[in-house]
């Protein structure tokens, strides 16, 4: 079994900054994709930045205001999210593409982070 925990959302006023973070653990040999997404009420659930290896893909909505990144020895992927707007309040949910010891590649989702971005 594997676990995604992420930490970091909360609430911060327009042009304010976030650190969301996400560590996965248990049964894992290795991690190819990690990345962020989120969902806003009333509406699907829209990538928001992919990191695999060395290739990174970002939203078009990111427009350089976030910074995804990894620790391989961690197995925890972050979000910079800087110059935050009011549409940028959603549940933000990490996703992991998870080779296990034993068994298949599955692709796991965490619980969900809340940011809440003010104006």
């Known amino acids: 079994q594997v676990q995604l925990v992420e930490s970091g959302g909360g609430l911060v006023q327009a042009g304010g900054s976030l650190r969301l973070s996400c560590a996965a653990s248990?049964?894992?040999?290795?991690?190819?994709?990690m990345g962020w997404y989120r969902q806003a009420p009333g509406k699907q659930r829209e990538l928001v930045a992919t990191?695999?290896?060395?290739?990174?893909n970002y939203a078009r909505f990111v427009q350089g205001r976030f910074t995804i990144s990894r620790d391989n020895a961690k197995n925890t992927v972050y979000l910079q999210m800087n110059n935050l707007r009011p549409e940028d309040t959603a549940l933000y949910y990490c996703?992991?593409?998870?080779?296990?010891?034993?068994?298949?590649?599955?692709?796991?989702w965490g619980q969900g982070t809340q940011v809440t971005v003010s104006s």
């Open positions: 996703n992991a593409e998870v080779t296990p010891t034993r068994g298949y590649t599955y692709a796991y």
């Open positions: 248990g049964n894992i040999f290795s991690i190819n994709a």
């Open positions: 990191i695999t290896g060395g290739r990174i």
